[in-house]
């Protein structure tokens, strides 16, 4: 199973990104997905999670209103738009995978991760 992600960069604040997730050797449609982030010197967050019909979007508090989580089953991936972006928002960004329909806030809740793609916010 890989997860990779992609789509990270450099982003002056007030602009946007979109962060692709693409798994293969999965059955993508039976997981839900999640974004979560780790900023230096602290915890891995979550940040988005989607349900794996799509019928459930849940978003962090801090990121509400700004970023979009999506997914397309038919090609196996999943995405997140990030609109508004803030130097706080600077981490490096994580896809994840847990099997079965339920959408969680914790890391350990999660069987599956990709590698990571860094995301930084000039102010």
């Known amino acids: 199973v890989q997860l990779q992600a992609s789509g990270g960069g450099l982003v002056q604040a007030g602009g946007s990104l979109r962060l692709s997730c693409t798994a293969s050797e999965l059955t993508f449609s039976t997981y839900s997905m999640a974004w979560f982030r780790q900023a230096p010197g602290k915890e891995r967050e979550f940040v988005a999670g989607?349900?794996?019909?799509?019928?459930?979007?849940y978003y962090a508090e801090s990121v509400k209103g700004r970023f979009t989580i999506s997914r397309d089953n038919a090609k196996n991936t999943a995405a997140l738009q990030m609109n508004s972006l803030k130097p706080e928002d600077t981490a490096v960004y994580y896809c994840a995978a847990s099997y079965g329909m339920g959408v969680w806030s914790r890391p350990y809740e999660y069987n599956y991760w990709g590698q990571g793609t860094l995301v930084t916010v000039s102010s």
């Open positions: 989607i349900s794996w019909s799509d019928t459930s979007r």
